[in-house]
């Protein structure tokens, strides 16, 4: 590709206003301008804040209002139009399928995939009185954590993180669910009080990894982005989101996936990709685990034994 040392150009960079979106929107400009100066290119950045509908209704229950992508359409259509270069999502809440023209330029090294739990008094999970009040909005970590401890008491909170660690003061919860990833991205690390095993709770698709929209035919921004990649966090995304694209889960299904690299041999990385699939009272978890290289194979064969073990009937029954 282009072998001009001398690139000049001013990369928009779209996001949401929440202090996360801006916190990891900074840090990933921070990452490509360092990429950008050992390389002797000359960008600069421009951050271009951008209100989506997902954060107009955060207030009203998200989960009444569906839809896919609620947070990112309005992001889409400025990169569509070119208003904006490049945009920064957590993986989680990308859509498992972009529009034309568009495309994931790079999945930078994930950060810690878990849950894990604020708690009033700082213990885990099984410090937690009998009949505790956890606050979590999300379908698999009340449905993960009521099979782990049916004496709890699973409650609707919504909000930005920091809002909702606000209110386990001020509305009385013992514990609130979050996932570890964003309070590291924020510095609030100290907040945690114990991370969630995996074998707890399965995290969701991407979780703790980022993606980097940009526009198809924008070959400078690809080739910056790449740089970017980190091939191992992009295999075990990709394998996550093969098995939430084959079982078309929505939002209102209990639906939880990680991956992580067993080995690195000659002919590629070995993967291993645990599934979970629930229902919403936390009566039924399945869960499937199996290893492979190809992370479309891996993530379409861990959905098709949840599927053959009862996983469609789960679905059926939520219209999912
Ligand atoms: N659904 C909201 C959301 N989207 C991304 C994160 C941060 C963690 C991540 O990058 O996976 C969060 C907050 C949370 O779930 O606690």
Redesign the pocket.
């Known amino acids: 590709m282009s072998s001009n040392n001398n690139r000049q150009r001013v990369i928009v960079v779209g996001t949401r206003q929440s202090a ?1 979106a801006l916190t990891q929107t900074g840090q990933v400009i921070d990452e490509l301008k360092r990429i950008s100066e050992r390389q002797g290119w000359n960008y600069t950045f421009e951050i271009r804040k951008i209100v989506t509908k997902g954060d107009r209704i955060l207030d009203v229950t998200l989960s009444k209002v569906g839809g896919k992508g609620l947070f990112v359409k309005e992001i889409e259509q400025a990169l569509l139009d070119g208003e904006i270069d490049l945009a920064v999502h ?4 990308m859509p498992y399928e972009l529009p034309e023209g568009l495309m994931n330029g790079a999945t930078p090294k994930r950060v810690n ?1 878990l849950d894990c739990l604020v708690t009033r008094d700082g213990g885990g999970l099984d410090k937690l009185p009998k009949g505790a009040r956890v606050g979590t909005s ?1 379908l698999r970590r009340s449905c993960q954590l009521k099979n782990a401890r049916p004496d709890l008491k699973l409650e609707s909170i919504r909000g930005n ?1 920091d809002s ?1 660690i606000r209110k386990l003061e001020t509305e009385g919860f013992d514990a609130v669910v ?2 570890a ?2 309070l590291t ?1 924020m510095g609030w690390e100290d907040r945690i009080s114990a991370l969630i095993p995996e074998d707890v709770c399965i995290p ?1 698709v ?5 993606g980097i929209e940009c526009r198809e035919n924008d070959e400078e921004v690809r080739e910056l982005l790449q740089l970017l990649n980190d091939k191992e966090t992009e295999l075990a995304v990709r394998a996550e989101r093969s098995f939430l694209g084959t079982l078309q889960g929505g939002c209102q299904v209990p639906i939880g996936a990680y991956a992580t690299i067993v080995s690195q041999g000659e002919e590629g990385a070995l993967l291993e990709l645990t599934g979970m699939v629930g229902s919403p009272d936390g009566e039924t978890l399945l869960k499937e685990r199996k290893q492979g290289k190809d992370p479309e194979s891996l993530g379409r064969a861990v959905a098709e034994a949840l599927i053959a073990s009862g996983a469609d009937r789960i679905l059926a029954e939520i219209g999912g």
Not at 90 to 93: H, I, L, R, V
Not at 206 to 210: A, K, T, Y
């Open positions: 996360l957590s993986m989680k809440d995939p999300s993180i909702r979050l996932a990833a964003g991205r969701a991407g979780q703790g990894s980022l």
